[in-house]
């Protein structure tokens, strides 16, 4: 009976998730100036989210056998990371693919990337960690201390060290819906940093209800400059012409603009707005979260009985040794 219900769980969700990747190319519709490339989303945070949760279940059974000395508590801490750093893999190489449609390049050491990546050093040290003690207790003992530390800089490398830099990727205000970017705030001929690009204000110029900027916009490493003109509807009270940033898919908006002391703020946004406003797009979302969190449940435990398998087979064979 309990095999059969595996079965058919397993088959639900393989439908499940073949349904999710079907949504994701014929359902969702593409997200205004990103095309297709906005659909990779449907996959990326989910597969993110669902790491975060496979590195806390494996902190609290790592927790659970420092309490109760139960290798099966061992087993199920060692699957749910091992589950967390595959997860972790497919977000870091989904968010990769993401990175070179919209901003022309694979990796560039942003915040978010270098955090993820040193995350994923810290696992893979537990796994090794785990291959180079050969006594089971104490690599058991050994590995839930390192598990339960471990998991206290996740929630550091995931959330905070990214949101507390200038990111040049993941700007907030294009992606999180309720969230938003400050910009930047210039004068006629000041020069500042918008992520890693050099932005610098040379006019202001009034044109009946709109005030057009030149901006003159400077690729990292200084290689190249571009101009850029983005204007405010003074009627309106909102951006009207955003230019596309030179080479990516995302704008410079001139967001507000203070006409008696002639500050302007600018910022980068998205070309599309409320990625979750369309139904369609926020139900196949929510649907790859439960889709992933329930593959992470089965993973779980189809890896948890294999080591258990293994645990008990080299016990009945040092018992008989």
Known sequence: MAQQMSQITKLLLGVWMAGVVVA???V??????LGDAGRIIIMHVP???VSVLAFAVSAIFSGLYLWRGRPADDHRALAAAESGFLFTVLATVTGAIFSQVVW?????????QTSIFVLLLIYAALFALRSA???????????AVYSLFAFITVPFLMFIAPRAADSTLHPNCAFLPGSKCDGVVLAEGQIRLLGDRKIELLSLDRQGDLMVAQVEVSEPGLTSSSMLEPSFDLAQGRP?????????RFQLALEEVDTTTGNV???????GTGLMDNPRTLFTFL???LGFTALFLWMLQVRTNLLGVRWDLERREGALV
């Open 133 to 143: 003690i050969d006594h089971g207790e104490r690599r058991r003992k050994l590995s």
């Open 240 to 248: 009207d012409v955003s230019p596309n940033f030179p080479g990516l």
């Open 265 to 271: 703020r600018l910022n980068i946004e998205a070309p």
């Open 287 to 289: 649907a790859s979260n």
């Open 104 to 112: 022309g390049i694979y990796w560039n050491w942003d915040p978010r």
């Open 24 to 26: 994701m190319f014929l």
């Open 47 to 49: 597969t993110a989210w």
């Open 28 to 33: 969702v519709p593409q997200y205004q100036g």
